[in-house]
Nanobody
Framework: QARLVESWGGLVQPGGSLRLSCAASGITISGYYMSWYRQAPGQQREPVAG???????TYADFLEGRFTISRDNAQNTVYLQMNNLKPEDTAIYYC???????WGQGTQVTVSS
């Protein structure tokens, strides 16, 4: 069964860090553009970061350089390093492969003191 599984969300204080992972099974990430999205309560899902098959990353403007997306094709996994987290980063974070429109189930990130 093809799926993406996000992990390592959680509760963190403002200014803290988390590293999310997205493990693919039944499909490959190699050769495909991969993205992270997020959806806050009552808000629409929005793009956070994307990474090309060659490792070129793009980011939403609101991140101000705080997040880093990376990929390990050998491990079939995409990562999102999130630093200096703010309360407004609280959301469910989703992994997405455009080709085939594969979404993960999401992982909750809560930033609160």
């Amino acid at each position: 069964q093809a799926r993406l599984v996000e992990s390592w969300g959680g509760l963190v204080q403002p200014g803290g860090s988390l590293r999310l992972s997205c493990a693919a099974s039944g499909i490959t990430i190699s050769g495909y553009y991969m993205s992270w999205y997020r959806q806050a309560p009552g808000q629409q899902r929005e793009p956070v970061a994307g990474i090309s098959k060659d490792g070129i990353a793009t980011y939403a403007d609101f991140l101000e350089g705080r997040f880093t997306i990376s990929r390990d094709n050998a491990q079939n996994t995409v990562y999102l390093q999130m630093n200096n987290l703010k309360p407004e980063d609280t959301a469910i974070y989703y992994c997405y492969r455009v080709l085939g429109e594969y979404w993960g189930q999401g992982t909750q990130v809560t930033v609160s003191s």
